[in-house]
């Protein structure tokens, strides 16, 4: 049991959460996705919307992207869970709110979100003070990494069955993971039930980031060193197909931004667009995407 002062979210998950209720506060409708639920989690002080990472002009391609990998995996789950796929997994989960506001969708899933005993004893604690309890359908899944716990074991004992179909979401993990930690992590998911789907984001080398979008990335490396989660990995998309097809995942495929931009964003008059630097891998155990990509 995480002890009271480690009962704390990561801070990294904490402005994921509050530029998605940014999104809703400063960008005009229509809202790529409705959260408030993160902020009322995270329950910052005041001033919230003052502090620098929040200015809403200067984030706003960081906050687009969050907000378009968000809907773009909330589409995917209630895609496939018409499809008859009856859990979804979400590794890192953070501040993560798909339960709560998508009842009617996660309801008929089992849903394990994983992320460490200190994040997860803080999030029961405050699910169950703001009223949304803990449903039966729900798990949290507290898997202490740092000291190599194994969460594929933790994953079973809290009920999941590795023989069913399966989405899997993990977004923001992997620049934190070295290389080889998350072929190991994709080796294990390529052995999940026929019919599974994983998107995964990952990182861009700075040479592949667009031009106009380099120097606010490169100024969020020194940043997220200074916080104690430095960035690790980075990967050409061809590497990370590479990796996920020598896992064996039997159909992989890129989703860049441009491609999210274009589904999420076209029509909009303000400019919101997300920036470059972060993609996503898509990869199916077994059959082909139903999923459109492109």
Known sequence: MADEQSEVP?????????WRAMHMRVDSPPHVIEDE????LAAPDEGWQRRPDMDP???SGFRAAIVARARFIED????QAGHGVAQYVVLGAGLDTFAQRRPEIAARLRVFEIDQPGTQAWKRRRL??????????LRLVPVDF????DWWEQLSDAGFDPGRPTVVACTGVTMYLTKDATAATLRRLALLAPGSTLAMTFMLPAALVDDADRPALEATEPQARAAGTPFISFYAPQEMLALARDAGFKDVHHVSGTVLAARYFADRTDGLRPSSGEDLLLATTGRVLAWQVT
């Open 57 to 59: 002009r200067g984030t």
């Open 128 to 137: 169950i003070e703001l009223g949304y309890g803990i449903p039966d359908w």
């Open 76 to 79: 995917l789950v209630a895609e």
């Open 37 to 40: 639920i993160g902020l009322r």
């Open 10 to 18: 990561d801070s990294t998950a904490v402005r994921v959460a509050l």
């Open 146 to 149: 740092e000291a190599g716990a």
